[in-house]
T-cell receptor
Framework: DAGVTQSPTHLIKTRGQQVTLRCSPK?????VSWYQQALGQGPQFIFQ???????QRGNFPDRFSGHQFPNYSSELNVNALLLGDSALYLC???????????????FGPGTRLLVL | AQSVSQHNHHVILSEAASLELGCNYS??????LFWYVQYPGQHLQLLLK??????LVKGIKGFEAEFIKSKFSFNLRKPSVQWSDTAEYFC?????????FGTGTRLQVFP
């Protein structure tokens, strides 16, 4: 039973470029959440996707967008990259029908993005 | 806005010492609280959770946490730490489909 997988593991971009990060949820999970973890900080919620729609969004600009596919996998897109976007981007999956257990999310290993 | 704060940023202990990591949350309504752990080079994983009922919850690897509603606290404890407990520990609350994390506590355990 594969857990949450993310690709790529590392990425280097320059300011102004665009990046796409990918996530496959744990088998059986239908909800994907994305988090940004800056160095020395806790993960910050970006948004959550369920049934191919953005269900909840954190305090991130519109440069951050996402998508969920029919197979529940998800993409995070960041446009017009800034130096401050350098961080570890985490994907987490859960099952929407699990009620309060939705907080018990399964995290992937993350994609480390460096913006130069 | 809902928030979670962790008082200890870096804790250094010797093996067999007792551990207590502080966590306070700001939300005054129903709370769903979690402790996650990130071992070096590994992904975040769930250590324990509190939804309701017995305020003393037990998790994996001998960890436990106590929910004290009057103090808005959910402190993590372990009676005797091991070198393998070296990791970053995050307290989190769950509300309206998102996890709110604290800034984390780095625990270093020396043999």
């Amino acid at each position: 039973d594969a857990g949450v997988t993310q690709s790529p593991t590392h990425l280097i971009k320059t300011r102004g470029q665009q990046v796409t990060l990918r996530c496959s949820p744990k088998s059986g999970h239908d909800t994907v959440s994305w988090y940004q973890q800056a160095l020395g900080q806790g993960p910050q919620f970006i948004f959550q996707y369920y049934e191919e729609e953005e269900r909840q969004r954190g305090n991130f600009p519109d440069r951050f967008s996402g998508h969920q596919f029919p197979n529940y996998s998800s993409e995070l897109n960041v446009n017009a990259l800034l130096l401050g976007d350098s961080a570890l981007y985490l994907c987490a999956s859960s099952l929407s029908a699990s009620g309060v257990w939705k907080g018990a999310q399964y995290f992937g290993p993350g994609t480390r993005l460096l913006v130069l | 806005a809902q928030s979670v704060s962790q008082h200890n940023h870096h804790v250094i202990l010797s093996e067999a010492a007792s551990l207590e990591l502080g966590c306070n949350y700001s939300y005054g309504g129903t709370v769903n609280l979690f402790w996650y752990v990130q071992y070096p080079g590994q992904h975040l994983q769930l250590l324990l959770k509190y939804f309701s009922g017995d305020p003393l919850v037990k998790g994996i690897k001998g960890f436990e946490a106590e929910f004290i509603k009057s103090k808005f606290s959910f402190n993590l404890r372990k009676p005797s730490v091991q070198w393998s407990d070296t990791a970053e520990y995050f307290c989190a609350s769950y509300n309206t489909d998102k996890l709110i994390f604290g800034t984390g506590t780095r625990l270093q355990v020396f043999p």
